[in-house]
């Protein structure tokens, strides 16, 4: 019986999951899940911080800050939260699917457009070495995706009671 190659791989350089992984991983917003705490949390801070400059006039024109400084920070911080959301959400659907294709036994490929996909079989060498990169470079990153809304989601419940008693 002849062995496939691990080399041979008629998905297209650019559709395959290795390749995708690797363009991921150092494209301009996906870069910042692998980068350590403090940076990461700096970045966040900054789409958060560039948030307020739709937020916040719109937390004052509901809440004037002379009048209602507690109100008009607590809208103010939750509507520019809502950028970090959306930023949060896109980073977990773009890891989500590149785990997907790393983790899948089959690469579905398109050779030069919509109406001729095919679908590649890889060899247990390739499934292996992809599910590898999944379990200990991905899963990370999506346990960390998930720890940052999780977080969120409980600054939200804080921000909900704070606004209860103010």
């Not at 507690?70 to 896109?90: E, Y």
């Not at 379990?135 to 606004?163: C, D, H, N």
């Amino acid at each position: 019986m002849i062995r496939p190659s691990v080399s041979y791989c008629p998905v297209p350089i650019e559709q395959q999951p290795l390749n995708e992984y690797e363009q991921l991983k150092t494209s301009w917003l996906f870069c910042d899940c692998i980068l350590n705490r403090r940076d990461y949390i700096t970045r966040l801070v900054g789409i958060w911080s560039l948030s307020w400059l739709v937020a916040g006039p719109v937390a004052a024109a509901s809440f004037p800050p002379h009048k209602h400084l507690a109100h008009f920070l607590l809208c103010g911080s939750a509507g520019a939260s809502v950028g970090v959301i959306l930023v949060l959400v896109r980073l977990f659907l773009g890891w989500l699917y590149i785990r997907d294709r790393l983790y899948n036994p089959t690469v579905f490929y398109e050779e030069s457009g919509w109406y001729d996909g095919q679908t590649w079989t890889k060899p247990q060498e390739v499934i292996m070495r992809d599910r590898l990169i999944v379990s200990y470079e991905i899963k990370p990153i999506l346990q960390r995706l998930t720890f940052t809304a999780a977080v969120l989601a409980g600054m939200f419940a804080i921000g909900t009671i704070v606004w209860q008693f103010s």
